[in-house]
């Protein structure tokens, strides 16, 4: 069976040709006039430099990893107990492959964005379907370059530990799980520098450009304004990409441990890896079916992505049956008994993200009450526009939650969770493979938004009429929508994942527990007979008396994660005040940056004469570069905090301890997750909405209000909401990786 995941690369071969078609697709429609191709060069130039001084600044923290992980990996072990095993010894490699893929898949996503935008101006200024078209053809890239690369790195490397190190399923399963350290590692560099980036750009022009200069957005006096629209790429498309591909990553090779724990064999690793290959196929027939009239409404836009994104979603669920009747006729572990439960946990996974997807919708969309009284706020200034959205992030966080701990119930019981604990977990990472296997389209439908964005920004600094703004606009408002929604999806995928990836944690702290009390027992015995005491150590000064005692009480072979434990209890506390820190230092240095920002356009708009009239060019460069310096400095904190956690409170509070932090981690961090991405986007589409002519249009004091609450939701929705993710996976994957360490160090247990 295990020769079956050649099908693995088949989807991603499919996936990665069908991405560089829709890229060719892209590169032949028209950039426009030179006044177009001269802008968005800026822009690309900006973001290639942004991006390869990035990636100089990251390498250097990997190759310190790379070396630290080789160390204990390959060095004899730094404690007595060989048989810990510290590090496995291939994950330093798969840290290294799982890193470059995702920053390939963020960095060819902002090329073709970069190439896109223009085109898409040029192809709005023809018709609003033409302009989705083009805008989607760039999303699709990045959604399916995600996709292909991340089912190319993880069927690569079964294939290598099965028929190159000829690894059996126990021991691929038990080490593939932790291969997710470098896809997170690089994928919260991205998304947090790519953050602090486009967001301190955005406030910066918003602040100066809007309220105090009274300018249009994105008007071409404004010298933040390409940095502005560099930030869309290097944030919401190199960084998206990044944060989307670890999200899928982590919800395929999280199940694969709870496969061997459950005893599926093959089939339990297989099934979710043809899931998702079915799920690229399906993609790819969605796609097709994304276009809209000209003049369209936003509930018409909607309904045009809705019927791509369901489509696919059905065609899955349909697909996913007979497939997993053909695993389970191939795996004997699989009995069919347990098929029906097995594939109804992938309907629900697939069911949850997109109820997930609808609260996130309903609560930013301009379409929907709650952003339309949000943006009537407006009309009594900043501070009721600010209360108001706060208000309603808060209560968006009750459906997203209680969607994801339904489904976790429904699917661990339906899997045979009552009967047999590990396969109703099982069934809970199946949920998530469910959620995740249409990400082509759905990231495609996310994606697409910072290429409408670039686009309406061009066709402002261009001065094209004024009807090619309204379609670009309203493709923007879509994209926040969906850009919401895709974000609901991440954390929702990730909330499922998280979940396999702690019980994995545990399993593998209780094998070592286990293999520790086998050793212990055996001492004793060698003990009693006389043979082995010397050697052993371990009841050095016990006395022939004491033997009979010892060996009936040798060390616990399960791990005590009762709420009560302190080791427990303060891990939980510890991953609690993680989340808030790391919010505290994502938002404060989007704060730091775009203060820069500020100071520097004011400067501008003070000293360069004639730049108000339109007689001088701004300078732009200046602006890039502050954004750049500041983002790549401020990165490092948080990024480090995700590391640094787990492996100091495994030293100290041992196993129990880093399950409390994880625990801690991924419920503040999913609930806060969900209230900064809803609020922020609702406070941009209330802003919109003022825009388009509502209570009081452009201009007006209602409008500074607005853009002073999307202000405010800019950093949320943006920089610190949408890392929560890879905040959760990361630490996971740093406890998983490092957990040789903790059960080697653990100092609660020498007190």
């Known amino acids: 069976m295990e020769h079956l995941f050649f099908l693995g690369l088949a989807g991603a071969i499919l996936a990665l040709v069908f991405a560089a078609a829709q890229a060719k697709k892209v590169l032949s429609y028209s950039e426009g006039d030179k006044k177009m191709v001269k802008i968005a060069d800026s822009i690309r130039q900006g973001a290639d430099a942004y991006l390869a001084r990035q990636f100089k600044t990251v390498i250097k923290f990997f190759v310190i990893v790379f070396i630290g992980l080789c160390a204990l990996a390959f060095l004899p072990p730094l404690v007595s107990d060989a048989e810990y095993g510290l590090v496995n010894r291939f994950v330093p490699f798969a840290f290294i492959s799982g890193g470059l893929f995702t920053y390939l898949s963020g960095y060819i996503g902002m090329k073709i964005a970069t190439r896109a935008n223009a085109r898409t101006t040029q192809a709005a200024s023809e018709s609003l379907n033409k302009g ?70 955005d406030v910066g022009a918003d602040l100066v450009g809007k309220v105090e200069a009274g300018i249009p957005e994105d008007d071409p006096r404004n010298p933040a304004v390409i940095a502005d629209n560099v930030g869309d790429n290097v944030g919401d498309v190199a960084g998206m990409g990044a944060d989307l591909y670890e999200a899928y990553a982590h919800a395929i090779i999280g199940i694969f441990a ?16 043809l899931i998702c290959v079915v799920g690229v196929v399906a993609s790819i027939i969605g796609s097709f079916a994304v276009r809209t009239k000209e003049d369209a409404s936003q509930k018409s836009l909607l309904k045009s992505l809705h019927r791509g994104t369901w489509l696919a979603a059905a065609l899955t669920i349909v697909a996913a049956l007979p497939i997993t009747y053909w695993v389970a006729s191939m795996e004997e572990a699989i009995t069919f008994s347990r098929v029906w439960g097995i594939f109804g946990s992938i309907v629900i996974g697939a069911i949850a993200g997109i109820v997930i997807a609808f609260f996130s919708e309903h609560y930013t969309s301009d379409t929907d009450k709650p952003t339309r009284e949000l943006a009537e706020s407006s009309e009594t200034g900043s501070a009721t526009i600010i209360i108001g959205g706060l208000s309603l992030g808060m209560k968006s966080v009750a459906g997203p939650i209680l969607t994801v701990a339904l489904g976790t119930l429904i699917s661990y019981i339906i899997a045979g969770g009552l009967t047999d604990v590990y396969a109703g977990l099982y069934g809970i990472g199946i949920a ?27 066709a402002q600094m261009a001065e094209l009429p004024e009807v090619v703004r309204d379609r670009t606009d309203a493709l923007d408002s879509l994209g926040n929508t969906t850009a919401a929604t895709g974000k609901g999806f991440a954390i929702g995928a990730t909330a499922f994942t998280a979940l396999a990836l702690l019980v994995s944690y545990v399993a593998m702290a209780n094998d070592i527990l286990a293999e520790r009390s ?34 009936a009480i040798a060390p616990d072979a399960t791990l005590d994660i009762a709420i009560t434990s302190i080791p427990v209890l303060i891990g939980l506390f510890i991953g609690i005040v993680t989340v808030f820190f790391f919010a505290a230092l994502t938002i404060e240095a989007v704060h730091k940056a775009a203060q820069s920002v500020v100071h520097e356009v004011r400067r501008q708009f003070r000293e360069i004469k004639g730049l108000m009239e339109g007689t001088a060019d701004a300078d732009y460069a200046t602006c890039v570069d502050l954004c750049t310096k500041s983002a790549l400095k401020k990165m490092v904190g948080p990024s480090l905090l995700a590391i640094v956690v787990p492996i100091v409170t495994g030293v100290f509070l041992g196993a129990g301890g880093v399950v409390g932090m994880m625990t801690g981690i991924i419920i503040t961090g999913f609930a806060l997750a969900i209230f900064m991405m809803t609020s922020g986007g609702a ?10 002519g509502h209570h009081g249009g452009k201009g007006g004091e209602q409008h500074k209000a607005a853009v002073v609450g999307d202000t405010v939701g800019d950093p949320l929705k943006d920089t610190a909401g949408p890392s929560f993710n890879i905040l959760i996976t990361l630490s996971s994957s740093v406890a998983l990786v490092f957990i040789g360490v903790t059960m080697a160090t653990a100092l609660i247990e020498r007190l």
């Open 132 to 201: 989705l078209r083009v805008s989607f053809s760039a999303g699709s890239v990045m959604g399916f370059v995600v996709v292909g690369l991340t089912l190319l790195d993880i069927t690569a490397w079964f294939l290598v530990l099965r028929f190159v190190f000829n690894q059996d399923h126990t021991v691929i399963g038990e080490t593939m799980i932790k291969f997710g350290l470098g896809v997170a590692f690089m994928a919260m560099f991205a998304r947090v520098g790519g953050g602090i980036f486009t967001k301190a750009a």
């Open 258 to 273: 709870l496969a061997v724990v459950a005893g599926y064999g093959y089939g339990g690793l297989l099934l979710p890896m």
């Open 432 to 458: 998530a493979v469910g959620l995740v296997a249409t990400l082509g389209i759905n990231l495609a439908t996310d994606a697409f938004g910072p290429v409408a964005d670039n686009a309406g920004g061009i």
């Open 518 to 551: 086998a050793a212990a027992q055996s001492a004793c015995v060698d003990h009693a007979f006389g043979e082995g005491y010397l050697e052993t150590g371990i009841f050095t000064g016990c006395t022939e008396d004491c033997v009979v005692g010892l060996c």
């Open 683 to 692: 406070w941009d589409n209330a802003k919109k909405y003022v825009e388009s």
